[in-house]
Each structure stands twice: as structure tokens, then as C-alpha cells.
């Protein structure tokens, strides 16, 4: 049975201008997250605890604004039947989050360092980071949300988690690559010079994603008649009818884990080039590149599987089998030549994990509470998921503060101890390992989106034509 509202299918250059958002947030997000507590620890000197704290304020902050920004954009709405639900936030947002990233790697600092400079560093710190947080926020809830209002057939799902999940990859890809290529050990303006390079690509990228963001007539013709209907439901109910559903609870802690492996893996990447490998700035890069090709290779394999198994719980515990083997071999990683082969096998297996909790699972869980609800409160949903995934810098940053801390770390050293060495291999693998572990059999004893439960909440969804 094919209702009208589903009768919509997207072309793939449009899935492609779509999956250009999906980039920015991977592109943007790699900048922002692999290299920048880096970048003040080790070449702008600022102390590490002062760092952590504010990681811990920006941390805060955004897992404050996500659900009462999601809240807004869904109930406080920018009403225009000619722009729709989500484009104007994406239109508003977009430019401003990147030019925070800017910022923050170009701080105002003289040759002479001070405790007057540190706090003066300290509040550009913290200014632009919150500045980051409020306008990727608004860019990421509202881009998250039109997914599963855009695409609402399981089989467009399957294709578009396939080309979405590609892109994306390539801009985390990029995101490593970039900085590697520019960045200097020692020279902070080569810093600003890579921020730069990176918001003029996120720029033309975001103009090219802009089509893909528009909302077809008939979607602004749903959501209109929507909003008429839509019950006056506070911030606090919504959450609380969000978080009494099991799938979406499951939804977010292992969305949690996999974000904090990804960010954590990232962000110890640049150390352990520098103080195990005993490489230049370029190695990252280059191990970059070797990401997003096993990354980019495996997806229509992935795609495969999706397609054959029908079932993204049995493909996504298949990805996750993978992912934690490939943790392993990084662990044991002591070269750069076997580094080789366990970052291809890392890029491989996290792009399967990746697309189906990001993309197809998440979608799922949505579905169901839209189903249950009768009303669609994605921008909600997702910021109540933003509040507590959020807090993955700060876990991160304080990890590694603690790590370095107790295993002897010396920013100003340029060969560090076994011991200090040890502490980057466990932030770059098994730390993340232990927690997709959890994760994993967390999702294994409690989600229960089965095919035929899904097919059941599509019918519903058609009756409540939403």
C-alpha cells in the first residue's frame, strides 16, 4: 500500500546534495575534534586542567542547548510554507558553525606566555567553542531530523544509509588528511591556515548540500497540516514521552559508545604518530587516506549485507563483531607499517557500524515513537540524544587529561616513557574498545525493532499520513 506522502522518491544526485550535510558534519567535526585539544596542549601551552575544564563548560553547554534547541526549532518553528520545516535553521546555521572553528584555532596570543595570557587564551577558548556548539546544534538536529521525515521507505533508506554513509566517510576522511597536510609541529599559524582552508571547502560544500536540504511541496504540505494538529506539549513531556521508549533509550547509549570510540580514536591518533610512531604531522594524512579507503570500499558491501539480511539488528552486530576485532589489532599496532593494515581494517569495519546506527537504526527508532505518538518531534528527539551523546568530548578530554596524568605524559617532551606510550594506545584502542563492547551487549539483550515490527509502524505511519 503506497500512500501519497510516501510516494516521493529522491534521485541520487539529490540523495548525493542531501549527504553533502552528512560530510560537513564528519569534515568539520574531524577538525574540530582530532586535532584541537592537541593543538592547546601542546602548541598553545595552555594548562591541561584549565583545558579540561573548559571541555567540561562546553560539554555542559551543549548537552543543555541540544534538547531545548531541538524543542524550539520543533514547537517554536520559523513558519513559512514556502521554506519549510528544517531548511531556514540549516540556512541560518551553517556559515556561523564554521567560522567558530576559524576562531578557534586562530588565538590571539603573544611570544611571551603569562597568567594573565592563559586566561585571556582560555576565555577565546571558551567563547568560540560555545559558539561552535550553539550554531552545529541547530545545523546537526534539524539535518538529523529531515532524514527519516525525507526518506520514509525502508528500501530508499537502504540506498540512501549507502551513498549518505560514503560521503561522510570521506569528509571524516578529509578531515584527517587536511590538517596532516598543513599542520606544522611547532608553527601555531600553520593551524590557522588549515581552519582556513578547511571552512572555504566546508563553505562550498554546504552551497552544494543546499538543494538536498530543500523540502519537496508535498513535505511542506505534510508538515503545515501537521502543525495545525500538532498538540501544545511542553519541554518536559516531550522528553519525557522520548525517553520512556526503550528503543530510543538503547538508541542513545550505544550511540554514545560508538561516538565516543570514534572521537577518542581521532583525537589519540595525533600522539600516537608523534610519540609511538615517531612520525611527522604528513603520517596522519597518510593513515587518513588508508581510512577513508577501507571506509569507502566497504560500504557497497555493506550495503550487500543490509540488503541480503534485511535485518539491521544482525547487520549492525555483524559491523560491531568487526569493529571491536579491529580495536584489537590497533592496540597491538607498535609500527607504521602495521598500522597500515589495522587502519584499512578500522576505516572497513566502522563504516558498516557507523551507517546503520547514524542512519537506518536511528530512522527505525523514530519511526517507532512517531508511530506510538501520533506526532512528529524529530528536532526533539534528536536533542534529547544530543544531551547525553554531547558529553563524548568531555568523557574524551577528561580520559586523556587522567591518562596522561598517571602515566607520566610530558607535553614539552618530544620522546615520551613505555609508560606514557602505554596510556596513548589504551585511549586510542582499548578504552574505546571496552565501551562498544557495553554497548553491544546492551543492544543485543534490549532492542527489538524486528523486520515485522517495523513493517507494522510504516502501516501506522501511512494511516496517520505523517
Same mark, same amino acid.
Given at each position: 500500500?503506497?500512500?501519497?506522502?510516501?510516494?516521493?522518491?529522491?534521485?541520487?544526485?539529490?540523495?548525493?546534495?542531501?549527504?553533502? /550535510?552528512?560530510?560537513?558534519?564528519?569534515?568539520?567535526?574531524?577538525?574540530?575534534?582530532?586535532?584541537?585539544?592537541?593543538?592547546?596542549?601542546?602548541?598553545?601551552?595552555?594548562?591541561?586542567?584549565?583545558?579540561?575544564?573548559?571541555?567540561?563548560?562546553?560539554?555542559?553547554?551543549?548537552?543543555?542547548?541540544?534538547?531545548?534547541?531541538?524543542?524550539?526549532?520543533?514547537?517554536?518553528?520559523?513558519?513559512?510554507?514556502?521554506? /519549510?520545516?528544517?531548511?531556514?535553521?540549516?540556512?541560518?546555521?551553517?556559515?556561523?558553525?564554521?567560522?567558530?572553528?576559524?576562531?578557534?584555532?586562530?588565538?590571539?596570543?603573544?611570544?611571551?606566555?603569562?597568567?594573565?595570557?592563559?586566561?585571556?587564551?582560555?576565555?577565546?577558548?571558551?567563547?568560540?567553542?560555545?559558539?561552535?556548539?550553539?550554531?552545529?546544534?541547530?545545523?546537526?538536529?534539524?539535518?538529523?531530523?529531515?532524514?527519516?521525515?525525507?526518506?520514509?521507505?525502508?528500501?530508499?533508506?537502504?540506498?540512501?544509509?549507502?551513498?549518505?554513509?560514503?560521503?561522510?566517510?570521506?569528509?571524516?576522511?578529509?578531515?584527517?588528511?587536511?590538517?596532516?597536510?598543513?599542520?606544522?609541529?611547532?608553527?601555531?599559524?600553520?593551524?590557522?591556515?588549515?581552519?582556513?582552508?578547511?571552512?572555504?571547502?566546508?563553505?562550498?560544500?554546504?552551497?552544494?548540500?543546499?538543494?538536498?536540504?530543500?523540502?519537496?511541496?508535498?513535505?511542506?504540505?505534510?508538515?503545515?497540516?501537521?502543525?495545525?494538529?500538532?498538540?501544545?506539549?511542553?519541554?518536559?513531556?516531550?522528553?519525557?514521552?522520548?525517553?520512556?521508549?526503550?528503543?530510543?533509550?538503547?538508541?542513545?547509549?550505544?550511540?554514545?559508545?560508538?561516538?565516543?570510540?570514534?572521537?577518542?580514536?581521532?583525537?589519540?591518533?595525533?600522539?600516537?604518530?608523534?610519540?609511538?610512531?615517531?612520525?611527522? +604531522?604528513?603520517?596522519?594524512?597518510?593513515?587518513?587516506?588508508?581510512?577513508?579507503?577501507?571506509?569507502?570500499?566497504?560500504?557497497?558491501?555493506?550495503?550487500?549485507?543490509?540488503?541480503?539480511? +534485511?535485518?539491521?539488528?544482525?547487520?549492525?552486530?555483524?559491523?560491531?563483531?568487526?569493529?571491536?576485532?579491529?580495536?584489537?589489532?590497533?592496540?597491538?599496532?607498535?609500527?607504521?607499517?602495521?598500522?597500515?593494515?589495522?587502519?584499512?581494517?578500522?576505516?572497513?569495519?566502522?563504516?558498516?557500524?557507523?551507517?546503520?546506527?547514524?542512519?537506518?537504526?536511528?530512522?527505525?527508532?523514530?519511526?517507532?515513537?512517531?508511530?506510538?505518538?501520533?506526532?512528529?518531534?524529530?528536532?526533539?528527539?534528536?536533542?534529547?540524544?544530543?544531551?547525553?551523546?554531547?558529553?563524548?568530548?568531555?568523557?574524551?578530554?577528561?580520559?586523556?587529561?587522567?591518562?596522561?596524568?598517571?602515566?607520566?605524559?610530558?607535553?614539552?617532551?618530544?620522546?615520551?616513557?613505555?609508560?606514557?606510550?602505554?596510556?596513548?594506545?589504551?585511549?586510542?584502542?582499548?578504552?574505546?574498545?571496552?565501551?562498544?563492547?557495553?554497548?553491544?551487549?546492551?543492544?543485543?539483550?534490549?532492542?527489538?525493532?524486528?523486520?515485522?515490527?517495523?513493517?507494522?509502524?510504516?502501516?501506522?505511519?501511512?494511516?496517520?499520513?505523517?
Amino acid at each position: 500500500m503506497k500512500n501519497s506522502n510516501r510516494e516521493k522518491n529522491h534521485g541520487n544526485l539529490e540523495i548525493l546534495s542531501y549527504g553533502g /550535510g552528512s560530510f560537513l558534519q564528519e569534515f568539520i567535526g574531524t577538525v574540530f575534534g582530532s586535532w584541537l585539544f592537541f593543538f592547546y596542549e601542546i602548541e598553545v601551552g595552555l594548562d591541561l586542567w584549565l583545558l579540561t575544564l573548559g571541555y567540561l563548560i562546553y560539554a555542559t553547554w551543549n548537552s543543555v542547548n541540544s534538547p531545548l534547541l531541538g524543542y524550539l526549532t520543533d514547537k517554536k518553528r520559523l513558519k513559512s510554507a514556502f521554506l /519549510g520545516r528544517r531548511f531556514p535553521w540549516l540556512l541560518i546555521s551553517g556559515v556561523p558553525w564554521m567560522l567558530s572553528l576559524f576562531f578557534l584555532y586562530t588565538p590571539l596570543l603573544n611570544e611571551t606566555s603569562t597568567e594573565k595570557q592563559s586566561i585571556m587564551i582560555f576565555i577565546w577558548f571558551l567563547l568560540f567553542i560555545l559558539s561552535f556548539s550553539l550554531f552545529g546544534t541547530i545545523f546537526g538536529i534539524n539535518y538529523s531530523a529531515l532524514y527519516p521525515d525525507k526518506f520514509q521507505e525502508e528500501e530508499e533508506r537502504r540506498v540512501a544509509s549507502g551513498i549518505v554513509g560514503a560521503i561522510s566517510f570521506l569528509g571524516g576522511g578529509l578531515g584527517s588528511l587536511l590538517p596532516a597536510l598543513i599542520i606544522k609541529y611547532g608553527d601555531r599559524n600553520s593551524y590557522s591556515k588549515m581552519a582556513l582552508i578547511a571552512i572555504s571547502i566546508g563553505i562550498l560544500v554546504y552551497i552544494f548540500s543546499l538543494p538536498g536540504f530543500w523540502e519537496e511541496k508535498s513535505m511542506r504540505q505534510r508538515n503545515l497540516k501537521y502543525q495545525e494538529k500538532n498538540p501544545k506539549i511542553s519541554f518536559f513531556h516531550s522528553m519525557k514521552i522520548a525517553l520512556k521508549h526503550k528503543n530510543f533509550v538503547i538508541f542513545i547509549i550505544l550511540f554514545f559508545f560508538i561516538q565516543f570510540s570514534m572521537v577518542s580514536v581521532g583525537a589519540a591518533f595525533p600522539y600516537a604518530v608523534r610519540y609511538i610512531f615517531h612520525k611527522e +604531522a604528513i603520517y596522519t594524512a597518510f593513515l587518513a587516506m588508508l581510512y577513508i579507503l577501507g571506509a569507502v570500499l566497504s560500504l557497497p558491501l555493506w550495503m550487500l549485507i543490509n540488503k541480503k539480511l +534485511a535485518d539491521n539488528k544482525k547487520s549492525l552486530i555483524i559491523a560491531g563483531l568487526m569493529v571491536m576485532s579491529s580495536q584489537i589489532a590497533i592496540f597491538f599496532t607498535l609500527t607504521i607499517s602495521f598500522a597500515i593494515f589495522s587502519v584499512i581494517f578500522y576505516g572497513f569495519s566502522i563504516a558498516g557500524f557507523w551507517t546503520n546506527i547514524k542512519l537506518r537504526i536511528m530512522g527505525n527508532v523514530f519511526d517507532e515513537i512517531v508511530a506510538e505518538t501520533g506526532f512528529r518531534d524529530e528536532s526533539t528527539n534528536v536533542g534529547i540524544s544530543g544531551f547525553f551523546i554531547n558529553f563524548t568530548t568531555a568523557l574524551q578530554s577528561s580520559i586523556f587529561a587522567l591518562v596522561h596524568k598517571f602515566t607520566g605524559f610530558k607535553s614539552n617532551a618530544e620522546v615520551q616513557t613505555g609508560l606514557a606510550q602505554l596510556g596513548i594506545r589504551l585511549t586510542l584502542s582499548f578504552i574505546p574498545l571496552i565501551f562498544i563492547l557495553v554497548g553491544m551487549i546492551i543492544f543485543l539483550k534490549w532492542y527489538d525493532l524486528t523486520p515485522r515490527k517495523i513493517e507494522n509502524i510504516k502501516l501506522k505511519l501511512e494511516q496517520y499520513e505523517l
